[in-house]
T-cell receptor, first 116, second 114 residues
Framework: GESVGLHLPTLSVQEGDNSIINCAYS??????FIWYKQESGKGPQFIID?????DKRQGQRVTVLLNKTVKHLSLQIAATQPGDSAVYFC???????????????FGQGTILTVHP | DVKVTQSSRYLVKRTGEKVFLECVQD?????MFWYRQDPGLGLRLIYF???????EKGDIPEGYSVSREKKERFSLILESASTNQTSMYLC?????????????FGSGTRLTVV
């Protein structure tokens, strides 16, 4: 089916470690992917995005990897800090030939907990 | 620099009341969305609008309606609130065109129906 999901619902790491959050998608027509971070009591915030014509994109301390062969997306956070503790969502946009109006489909989310 | 503003952070309403949730964006975005977020269910799309006075049903429109009279404002209406509509409601907006499909979210409204 057309869905976006996560392999692990929770992830606990020590401060300073690198974190990897994974996401699987099933629709080969997906052309755009986004990672969002949601802190407790707040709305989701954009972290980083990647288009389907790319394999990797880097931001500040974050890297997104896209493997279209196995329909897998990951978010890597370097030197994880306590402030990174949050729920992380992946989202995909399915290319529907211009009729999708930019409507994203969201995964369930992974809870990242960073221990000092 | 808040770009998507939801009028209330917390609301408590009684069963049967008519409830209005307001959302305003200042980015001149064409698309606006209303989601509800519940533990274990993720983000579920209620309604979206791609232009003024235009609306489309999302995945769970039952019990809700929307209004978009101006480009910057998208209102979610619970015609007769019920306890199963207790949830976090998130508004978002996005541009259309240019391959930019990212959403900007508001801070959310936590609604409790008693």
């Amino acid at each position: 089916g057309e869905s976006v999901g996560l392999h692990l619902p929770t992830l606990s790491v020590q401060e300073g470690d690198n974190s990897i959050i994974n996401c699987a998608y099933s629709n080969s027509a997906s052309d755009y992917f986004i990672w969002y971070k949601q802190e407790s009591g707040k709305g989701p915030q954009f972290i980083i995005d990647i288009r389907s014509n790319m394999d990797k994109r880097q931001g500040q301390r974050v890297t997104v990897l896209l493997n279209k062969t196995v329909k897998h997306l990951s978010l890597q956070i370097a030197a994880t800090q306590p402030g990174d503790s949050a729920v992380y969502f992946c989202a995909e946009n399915i290319d529907a030939g211009g009729t999708s109006y930019g409507k994203l489909t969201f995964g369930q989310g992974t809870i990242l907990t960073v221990h000092p | 620099d808040v770009k998507v503003t939801q009028s209330s952070r917390y609301l408590v309403k009684r069963t049967g009341e008519k409830v209005f949730l307001e959302c305003v964006q200042d980015m001149d975005h064409e698309n606006m969305f209303w989601y509800r977020q519940d533990p274990g269910l993720g983000l579920r799309l209620i309604y979206f609008s791609y232009d003024v006075k235009m609306k489309e049903k999302g995945d769970i429109p039952e019990g809700y309606s929307v209004s978009r009279e101006k480009k910057e404002r998208f209102s979610l209406i619970l015609e007769s609130a019920s306890t199963n509509q207790t949830s976090m409601y998130l508004c978002a907006s996005s541009l259309v065109g240019g391959g930019n499909y990212g959403y900007t979210f508001g801070s959310g409204t936590r609604l409790t129906v008693v």
